[in-house]
Nanobody, 118 residues
Framework: QVHLVESGGGLVQPGGSLRLSCAAT????????MSWHRQAPGKERELVAA???????YYADSVKGRFTISRDNAKNMVYLQMNSLKSGDTAVYYC????????????WGQGTQVTVSS
């Protein structure tokens, strides 16, 4: 079981930056791929960035070069640094943990709102 809590969302002007954090608590030593997803109003949830336990990363084309995912395993934290934000980045951002040896076991946080507007 994994419990995830996101923080760091808010209102930012276009071109600005935000850093999202995800605090994870877990009851086992299973290894997880950590990822960030987002869902804008009226749209499906989409994968934004992911990092495996071996630190292999994936980024959606729409955020490449602007967003950076990182993790601190000692602190059980995952971060998403978001730079050069655009209005199209406005969404609720969710943290996800997926068990790498049992992928059907995946957990979600409650989400944090990011609004990019002038």
């Amino acid at each position: 079981q994994v419990h995830l809590v996101e923080s760091g969302g808010g209102l930012v002007q276009p071109g600005g930056s935000l850093r999202l954090s995800c605090a994870a608590t877990r009851s086992s030593d299973s290894i997880y791929t950590m990822s960030w997803h987002r869902q804008a109003p009226g749209k499906e949830r989409e994968l934004v960035a992911a990092m495996s336990s071996t630190e292999t990363t994936y980024y959606a084309d729409s955020v490449k070069g602007r967003f950076t995912i990182s993790r601190d395993n000692a602190k059980n934290m995952v971060y998403l640094q978001m730079n050069s934000l655009k209005s199209g980045d406005t969404a609720v951002y969710y943290c996800n943990a997926r068990n790498e040896k049992a992928p059907s076991y995946a957990y979600w946080g409650q989400g944090t709102q990011v609004t990019v507007s002038s």
